[in-house]
């Protein structure tokens, strides 16, 4: 019964070693972040002669990054095997109708869909 214990404690260990490197792998994001903070530029000026455009542009800009979001989940979920056929059928079908409606809606804005792209700074781009 001894072995089981020291692997126990061992796992136990490694466990909280796990969680000391993730909280100073986010804290040095953090800081990293922090730093580019000042350096951004504001990614949304209003142009006062075409307003409404401009909040199409923000608005479907974060709805597609909620929908590339839900995607990606959708993906882990379809690979972990946690979704039935039938569940996988009806939100692939959701996501990509919402999709077409972003892009319908960005077109009627004469908008390209390359524009609804965030900048999420140091992070790089959202796709």
């Given at each position: 019964m001894k072995p089981r214990k020291k692997t126990a404690r061992k796992r136990t260990k490694l466990a909280a070693s796990a969680r000391g490197l993730r909280a100073r792998e986010i804290e040095a994001l953090r800081e990293e972040l922090e730093k580019k903070r000042a350096e951004l530029v504001p990614r949304w000026n209003a142009n006062p002669e075409d307003v409404q455009k401009s909040v199409a542009q923000l608005v479907l800009a974060l709805v597609e990054f909620l929908r590339k979001l839900l995607e990606r989940q959708a993906i882990r979920r379809m690979e972990a095997e946690t979704l039935s056929p039938r569940e996988v059928e009806d939100v692939?079908?959701?996501?990509?109708?919402?999709?077409?409606?972003v892009h319908d809606l960005a077109r009627q804005f004469g908008l390209d869909p390359e524009e609804l792209n965030l900048d999420l700074g140091p992070l790089g781009r959202l796709s």
């Open positions: 692939g079908i959701a996501l990509m109708r919402l999709e077409e409606t």
